[in-house]
């Protein structure tokens, strides 16, 4: 009987020790796996961040690019009169030359000479 006993102990001994084996060759795989996964989807994310980078500095010169003709368009439009310029808080704005401005008051002409860029 004890040897019987004792056998069966042995063996069931054994099968932890193949089950605990098994187990952890599982979880060496899986732990792989997982690492090659979490590889992928990192590579995944670096290249959509790159995209959106991508998008971000299209999105930035486009805008850039917008601003300047609108700039540009606004220049073009009063460029040889007057304007105002009520987003910076300014009045209206005069031709800086006083040169001119003087000789209409000697010349006695009523009409102002506005002109020049802001």
């Known amino acids: 009987m004890k040897e019987a006993e004792a056998a069966h102990k042995k063996r069931l001994k054994e099968l932890?020790?193949?089950e605990n084996e098994l187990l952890k060759q599982k979880q060496k795989e899986d732990m792989a796996k997982r690492?090659?996964?979490?590889?992928k989807l990192y590579a995944e994310e670096m290249e959509r961040r790159q995209k959106l980078e991508e998008i971000a500095k299209r999105d930035r010169e486009e805008k850039l690019?917008?601003?300047?003709?609108?700039?540009e368009k606004k220049e073009?439009?009063?460029?040889?009169?007057?304007v105002v310029n009520f987003s910076k808080g300014?009045?209206?704005?005069?031709?800086?030359?006083?040169?001119?401005?003087s000789n209409n008051k000697r010349n006695g002409n009523a009409n102002r000479n506005f002109g020049g860029a802001v």
Request: a positive charge; aromatic letters at 6%.
């Open 76 to 82: 073009k439009r009063t460029g040889g009169g007057w």
């Open 65 to 71: 690019k917008q601003q300047k003709k609108r700039k």
């Open 90 to 101: 300014e009045a209206w704005k005069a031709n800086s030359n006083e040169e001119k401005s």
């Open 35 to 39: 690492k090659q996964i979490m590889e």
């Open 16 to 18: 932890k020790e193949k």
